[in-house]
């Protein structure tokens, strides 16, 4: 069987982008409404859940722009970003994995939503008609979605921890999801490239995993 996988596997992620590149995808909503879902990261391989989770938050990021955009609420807040990485600290050490490998790939979730922001900004900015209309309150509405992914992130990181190495596998296996994300939520460049940027360290772990 897993001689069938390891052959199969690269065919699909070379139709993905096959179809990427011949068809396209439509561009995500610049108000942060993602379209229905068209598959279930289920089928993406063993790292779907993981990445599904990374674009779902990635999403939020534009709703984290349209709360702060027009205000003086910085893209870089420090002290919130250290709650983050605290939190995933701590729940990293209660589900038994590595907290500086959990600590790594949030970093990379932040940065990834900074990139979200900064070009929402500047779309906003230069064309006023697509600002949105509705200004998400970030703590009643947006944390505490922020919140839950931070957890089912954590969960997939526990789940998939002997998998995230620096191997061909999971280069292969992280590829397919990543492309299975993009077409299911129909992401435009802007996202895609902070895509990229959430799951570039997904196959940098190890085997490890941390007891007690």
């Known amino acids: 069987m897993s001689g069938v996988r390891g052959s199969t596997r690269p065919l699909l992620v070379f139709s993905m982008i096959g179809a990427l590149l011949l068809g396209g995808v439509s ?53 919130r970003e250290q709650q983050v990485l605290d939190s995933v600290r701590q729940l990293s050490l209660a589900a038994g994995i590595d907290p500086a490998a959990s600590v790594r790939f949030f970093r990379d979730q932040i940065e990834a939503n900074k990139i979200v922001q900064r070009g929402l900004y500047g779309l906003w900015t230069a064309h006023p008609e697509l600002r949105p209309a509705h200004r998400p309150d970030l703590a009643t509405e947006v944390r505490p979605e922020l919140d839950r992914i931070t957890t089912g992130i954590i969960e997939q990181l526990a789940a998939t921890v002997s998998l995230r190495r620096p191997t061909l596998t999971c280069a292969v296996d992280a590829s397919f999801a990543k492309i299975s994300a993009e077409l299911r939520w129909h992401l435009d460049s802007l996202h895609r490239q902070a895509l990229t940027v959430a799951l570039r360290s997904t196959c940098s772990g190890s085997a490890r995993a941390v007891s007690g």
């Not at 610049?30 to 089928?43: L, Q, T």
């Not at 599904?52 to 910085?74: E, S």
């Open 27 to 79: 561009a995500a909503s610049a108000a942060g409404a993602a379209p229905a879902p068209a598959s279930a990261p289920a089928a993406w391989g063993p790292l779907g859940g993981l990445t599904d989770l990374a674009a779902r938050r990635i999403l939020l990021g534009d709703k984290v722009a349209a709360a702060k955009f027009g205000t003086d609420q910085p893209i870089d807040d420090p002290a």
